[in-house]
């Protein structure tokens, strides 16, 4: 076995390859660019390395770099993880080269299943079946649409060199062929730095189904059973199990030597993954898709039904050793699911975010499994993947396991970054999923059903009450001491009045012998319109306390000229300009540094939340909430007030990749202005009407911040 092994990756499974060196006695070497100089995987291996900036091209993905790494530290070998370079054959073959062990298959079964389109030629001679699509590597664009044209719409376009679903563009109208091939291209090369596309037939209504593999450098060839990874949105997959339902003994055998003999038609040494396609009305006519020649994100489902942990068995085949079992040895035991979660904004189409995580609590123990690179304090930036951390749980059965993975989301906590964790949770809860009737289309179809449906009220409700000062819990305004005439800390109240008015008081809306005033709260949700709201002392049970502190008296609270939910729970959602509703009367039962419990209207509510810059994140159930503190006149005054159909923000903080338009220019409604990337992916800019460009604030390589402007799209007259 190795004594010191260098893993060129980062993130969670930088973290998760770690655990397992550690727990074999492996000195574990880590490596980083500038935007990770104090990341988690950083910090929990032997030693680290800095490899080159931000930019992956520079660092994650510099073979020279990697390897000055480990001949630097003394590593025997290398294991890849996941992305990157995991399934690149000149960084294995440079590895083998400078005499490192590479922790995967050999580059020459690299280069063969990284092309898709030999791979499905090589496998269709193995005698498994495969989907219909182009033929011939290297086609200009003119060839994928004749080559789409003769298959039939709709079709997938996919990167010859990748997987991830990264620069995969699903196409039903022909006319878009052109500006999909062109947007595949830039992500593909830009993920893998190879724009080589194919094209196959797409399948409706399919399931996603993978055969894990084993293989050794002595011809022993094993499957590990399958996993389910239909749950997918943009072909990515967000929700994975093992065993699938869709299988039977009978089915997942087949599957399974078609999956052996793949591995052996190329020569496979390693841990690796045959993806196949099935038809959810014909499970029997599956047909290969492509070979992932490394680790998979999904893995921990299989070690968890299995026993075995994949990363050990990557090590002990790469030091030369054999498969201490053999087919009849696996046995599957319970059921395995796992939600990937990602840096996203599910209520804006899953933008890319990013911040700094402000709150953490991640479940670890028993049942549940959080592989995560995560830590508090440490930023998440817009320059690598979205996945952020996986959460997986094993139970006896199905409907066990969907159970403890909806409770072990809940329990999941992360603040200052916008996260797809309570998407996650409804969509375990669809009915669909927990009967098991999956497709691959299922999240897209029935998206809107698992988006939340606006701010829950008390979430205003909390957020103005802490914004509330909050006098000291031991204060007592009828035996506190009378302050000196002058003291700052008081002011003397008129004669013949008892007690003593402090700031407190002033910023709470007392006023002597009369109702306290408003206090007004402004508040704005990333991406949405601001919302006022309004609070004002409503006292005690027995009337004699203001205030909104644990232990304090009520509040009322009253969202006004806001288009959203009402803050009373009786009233109904209001316009802009319509009269609010009556105030709901709320109060803060406990709060501690990372949490809060508010009443309001009778009914308690806990967040875990947490202060920023900005403003105040709340966050419960996998859901969260960055309410920004809002002043609407500074905002006018600095021009971010400003917006309108004319005006196009950036929607999600990234790079400005492409810019297609010049001030002065004339565009069409729709027309294609700029492309923003983020975390690997692109989002087109178009004009929301026609008209003229009479502002344009960046270029390409510009970076650029949530809402920011980027141009502005002046209607022509004749289009007014």
């Not at 209504?205 to 011809?219: C, F, M, T, Y």
Request: one cysteine or more; proline letters at 7%; glycine letters at 12%.
């Amino acid at each position: 076995m190795f004594s010191t092994v260098l893993v060129a990756n980062r993130g969670e499974i930088a973290v998760r390859v770690i655990r397992t060196l550690r727990e074999l006695g492996i000195r574990s070497v880590a490596v980083f660019s500038d935007a990770d100089a104090d990341a988690r995987h950083v910090r929990e291996a032997d030693t680290a390395v800095r490899i080159g900036p931000a930019a992956a091209a520079e660092s994650y993905l510099s073979v020279e770099r990697l390897l000055d790494a480990a001949r630097r530290t003394g590593a025997e070998a290398v294991h890849p993880g996941y992305g990157f370079l995991a399934e690149n054959a000149a960084f294995a073959q440079a590895c083998a080269e400078a005499g490192l062990a590479f922790i995967g298959p050999p580059a020459s079964a690299i280069s063969l299943m990284g092309d898709k389109i030999r791979a499905k030629e090589t496998v269709k001679a193995a005698g498994v079946p495969v989907v219909p699509g182009s033929s011939g590597s290297g086609l200009s664009d003119a060839e994928l649409v004749l080559a789409a044209e003769e298959i039939g719409m709709p079709v997938l376009l996919k990167p010859s060199a990748g997987g991830g679903g990264k620069g995969m563009r699903l196409v039903r109208d022909a006319a878009a062929l052109g500006e999909e091939i062109a947007s595949a291209r830039r992500e593909a090369r830009s993920s893998f730095g190879d724009d080589t596309l194919l094209v196959e037939r797409w399948v409706d209504r399919p399931r996603h189904i993978e055969i894990q593999v084993l293989a050794d450098a002595h011809g022993n060839v094993v499957h590990l059973g399958e996993r389910e990874c239909s749950l997918q949105r943009r072909h990515q997959k967000v929700i994975e199990e093992a065993p699938s339902v869709l299988l039977t003994p009978q089915l997942r055998a087949s599957m399974g030597a078609a999956a052996v003999e793949a591995a052996r038609s190329c020569g496979y040494v390693g841990a690796g993954t045959v993806e196949f396609i099935v038809p959810g009305g014909d499970p029997s006519s599956y047909f290969f898709m492509e070979m992932n020649t490394r680790l998979q994100v999904e893995h921990p489902v299989t070690e968890l039904i299995t026993g075995l942990d994949l990363v050990e068995q990557q090590l002990r085949v790469a030091a030369g050793a054999e498969l201490g079992f053999g087919q009849s040895d696996v046995t599957l035991t319970g059921h395995a699911i796992e939600a990937r979660v990602c840096a996203e904004d599910p209520a804006r189409g899953f933008l890319p975010s990013g911040g700094t995580v402000l709150a953490l609590s991640e479940p670890n123990g028993g049942p549940v499994r959080t592989d995560s690179g995560l830590l508090a304090g440490v930023p998440v930036g817009s320059t690598y993947d979205p996945m952020l951390s996986k959460v997986i749980v094993h139970g006896p059965d199905r409907a066990a396991a969907l159970r403890l993975l909806r409770g072990a989301l809940a329990d999941t906590v992360i603040l200052g970054v916008q996260t797809n964790t309570g998407f996650l949770r409804r969509l375990l809860a669809h009915p669909d999923v927990v009967s098991g009737d999956l497709d691959t289309g299922l999240v897209e179809r029935d998206l809107a059903e698992l988006l939340p449906a606006g701010v829950p009220p008390e979430v205003y409700a909390a957020a103005a009450m802490l914004s509330l000062p909050h006098p000291a819990p031991s204060r007592n305004r009828a035996s506190a001491p009378e302050p000196a005439p002058h003291t700052p800390a008081g002011l003397r109240v008129a004669a013949g009045q008892e007690g003593w008015i402090d700031p407190f008081d002033a910023a709470s809306g007392w006023r002597l012998g009369g109702t306290p005033a408003w206090t007004v709260h402004h508040f704005r949700l990333p991406g949405q319109d601001p919302v006022m709201i309004r609070t004002r002392p409503a006292g005690t049970d027995s009337g004699s306390t203001l205030g909104s502190g644990p232990g304090s008296g009520f509040t009322e609270v009253l969202l006004a000229d806001a288009g959203a939910h009402a803050v009373s729970p009786a009233s109904e959602a209001r316009g802009p300009g319509q009269s609010p509703g009556a105030p709901a009367r709320g109060r803060i039962l406990s709060r501690t540094a990372d949490t809060v419990t508010i009443e309001l209207d009778g009914v308690t509510h806990r967040f875990s939340h947490a202060s920023s810059p900005e403003g105040t994140w709340l966050g419960r159930e996998g859901d969260s909430w960055h309410l920004q503190d809002h002043d609407p006149v500074a905002a006018n005054l600095s021009g971010a007030g400003r917006g309108g159909a004319d005006t196009l923000a950036a929607p999600m903080p990234g790079t400005v990749t492409v810019v297609k338009v010049a001030v002065g220019e004339k565009v069409i409604a729709g027309q294609s202005l700029l492309v923003v990337e983020a975390m690997k992916m692109e989002h087109v800019i178009s004009a929301p009407h026609a008209g003229t460009v009479t502002e344009l604030d960046v270029t390409p390589g510009t970076t650029v911040a949530m809402d920011q402007v980027l141009a502005v799209v002046t209607p022509d007259e004749e289009s007014e």
